[in-house]
């Protein structure tokens, strides 16, 4: 048979297999054979290009391994950074929503301030802010934050102040239990520990455990009814003519930096026509007594 006859028969095979194919799928079997047989091929054609990549992969620099391992470094320390800033936002956020709170219960304007320095002395309970003659601020005004009472401006500098808090043992607070208006003197504990101590409280006073002491306003000094401190311990000696009574002041002395400083309505902004009250007479004589103490007055 000549190449002719050959290539059309062949042809002519080739086409009546695929008619077949297509519309009876003869060679499914035939193909899925055909394909198993040849995954070996596949794989070995493929085994330059993975075994390229695995060269690149396991031949990588070190050098190119620190420089990313420092790189990770710095961007994991970024972010650590930004998150501390975030969390001391929102803690600084929460304390100005409350002091702005605080702020709606005083009488008067008031004016915001930022604690900036304690006092290293060690005799003394002070702390320095950032407001002071030209902001408006003059001797004896009261300083408060979004919990208590803090204490009073005794220094005005130009722009800043010094203010005496009520733990300091120079300085008497008029309260009064808010319970039943029983009025007392709180004055700044002497020990190391800051604290508040009631002064001359008849041994028969009704004061107990819990009380709530409150600014009593008498010395027009302090916003009336504004937290002062908690009753800590009550104890009577029947040989004493006073009771002891400690307190814990409410305003966070050492954690808190915002504050405010209260401006009465009527009150005329000069240091002249302002006077520290004197110290709180003591029925024993001693050497602290001849100190002029900032109390805010009975």
């Keep these: 048979m000549s190449l002719e006859y050959r290539m059309l028969a062949f042809l002519a095979l080739s086409l009546g297999v695929m008619f077949a194919d297509s519309r009876f799928d003869y060679l499914d079997r035939v193909r899925f054979t055909v394909a198993y047989l040849s995954t070996p091929?596949?794989?070995v054609a493929d085994m330059p290009a993975r075994a390229s990549s695995w060269i690149d992969d396991v031949f990588v620099s070190q050098r190119d391994l620190i420089e990313e391992n420092a790189?990770?470094?710095?961007?994991?320390?970024?972010a650590q950074r930004e998150l501390q800033l975030l969390a001391g936002l929102a803690s600084e956020n929460s304390r100005l929503r409350a002091l702005q709170e605080a702020s709606q219960a005083v009488q008067g304007r008031v004016i915001?301030?930022?604690?900036?320095?304690?006092?290293n002395d060690p005799g003394s309970r002070r702390v320095l802010i950032n407001r002071g003659a030209h902001n408006g601020v003059f001797e004896g005004q009261a300083i408060l934050d979004a919990h208590g009472l803090m204490g009073q401006v005794v220094e005005v500098l130009p722009f800043t102040s010094w203010v005496l808090l009520i733990t300091d043992s120079r300085h008497?607070?008029?309260?009064?239990?808010?319970?039943?208006g029983e009025r007392a003197i709180a004055r700044g504990s002497r020990g190391d520990v800051?604290?508040?101590?009631?002064?001359?409280?008849p041994d028969t006073a009704d004061i107990v455990v819990g009380d709530l002491l409150v600014s009593s306003g008498l010395g027009q000094r302090y916003p009336k009814d504004y937290p002062v401190a908690e009753v800590t311990r009550v104890f009577h000696d029947p040989g004493q003519p006073f009771a002891q009574i400690r307190a814990r002041p409410l305003a966070q002395m050492d954690r808190t930096r915002h504050v405010m400083l209260v401006v009465p309505d009527d009150e005329v902004i000069g240091a002249s026509n302002l006077e520290l009250i004197q110290d709180f007479p003591a029925p024993e004589a001693d050497e602290n007594n001849t100190q002029t103490d900032a109390q805010g007055g009975l």
């Design 41 to 43: 091929v596949y794989w």
């Design 71 to 78: 790189r990770l470094r710095q961007e994991l320390l970024f």
């Design 112 to 119: 915001t301030a930022e604690i900036i320095n304690v006092s």
């Design 172 to 180: 008497g607070t008029p309260v009064q239990v808010n319970r039943n």
């Design 194 to 201: 800051p604290g508040l101590e009631l002064e001359y409280v």
